[in-house]
């Protein structure tokens, strides 16, 4: 079995573009604070990452949509599944079509609550990197977060009509297997109030 490794982001030629710009002396100012801003998004993550968890245990996610807060899904997943099978899982069961854009966002950055559209993302595959690459929750698994650290996370549906939820580790068990559920993973076990629609209807004078 290969050894386990923590996420990579993947950059392509991302720096020796920036670094032939440079070069060429154009965008200085701002090529540079793209380049600060990279390596901190990296670090970032790096410090939220951990090999610790176990890939084999469940871990149940309470996902609350902030318009409605009496609306809630508590998603059950695999520590080998990814944050784009929690997403699937969320979007699903609110009963809504899969048709847009997800991202996942750390709460909290050196101790700093952090706005809902943060540059501390992480996104769905075919997002379109800009300024800097970023990480794909494809490729992120759900053990790969520290949760001691980040047991909080900000997750946002379609950026244009932009359904929000905030998402908070419940639990994790490792006694029980997905064996004991009805249903594959991921699943919901547990939820309150009817989701909206997912395209509000639009007034009759409109």
């Not at 030629?13 to 793209?34: C, M, S």
């Not at 245990?57 to 807060?69: E, G, P, S, W």
């Not at 809504?96 to 991202?103: E, K, R």
């Not at 698994?141 to 900000?154: E, G, H, R, T």
């Amino acid at each position: 079995m290969p050894k386990r490794k923590l996420p990579v982001v993947q950059v392509g030629n991302f720096k020796q573009v920036i670094n032939q710009a440079l070069k060429e002396k154009r965008h200085v100012t701002y090529l540079k604070q793209v380049l600060k801003d990279f390596d901190q998004y990296k670090k970032t993550f790096n410090h939220a990452f951990t090999l610790k968890n176990s890939l084999k245990a469940i871990y149940v996610f309470r996902a609350k949509y902030i318009r409605k807060t009496s609306v809630w899904r508590d998603i059950a997943i695999l520590g080998n599944q990814t944050f784009c099978n929690l997403a699937e899982a969320i979007i699903y069961w609110m009963g809504w079509d899969n048709d847009h854009m997800h991202g996942f966002s750390i709460k909290k950055v050196n101790n700093k609550i952090q706005g809902r559209y943060t540059s501390f993302s992480i996104y769905a595959p075919g997002w379109e990197d800009d300024p800097h690459p970023t990480f794909k929750t494809d490729k992120i698994k759900i053990a790969d977060i520290d949760y001691k650290k980040n047991p909080k996370w900000n997750f946002v549906f379609d950026f244009g009509d932009g359904h929000e939820f905030d998402i908070e580790l419940r639990n994790i068990n490792p006694k029980i297997t997905k064996k004991d559920f009805p249903e594959p993973l991921p699943t919901c076990i547990d939820q309150r109030g009817v989701a909206p629609f997912q395209y509000p209807p639009l007034d009759e004078d409109e």
